[in-house]
């Protein structure tokens, strides 16, 4: 993370479709992640379980060669 960055997490699972019952169920799911920057959201080879969506701030996406 550069900077201070709110995110929030979305389970995978809970955007495959989105009709109304599937996004109440979404909005059941959230939760806020606080991040600092230097943070680690995730790292490559993580599982892939949750979808990010940025509110406030940025971040930056590194790949190691």
């Known amino acids: 993370v550069r900077g201070e960055a709110v995110v929030i997490a979305v389970p995978v699972r809970s955007v495959v479709e989105l009709a109304e019952a599937d996004l109440r169920r979404i909005c059941a ?5 606080e991040l600092a920057p230097g943070d680690v959201l995730f790292s490559e080879g993580d599982e892939g379980d949750a979808a990010f969506l940025i509110v406030d701030g940025e971040v930056e ?3 190691d060669d």
């Open 61 to 63: 996406v590194v790949v």
């Open 29 to 33: 799911d959230v939760s806020e992640l």
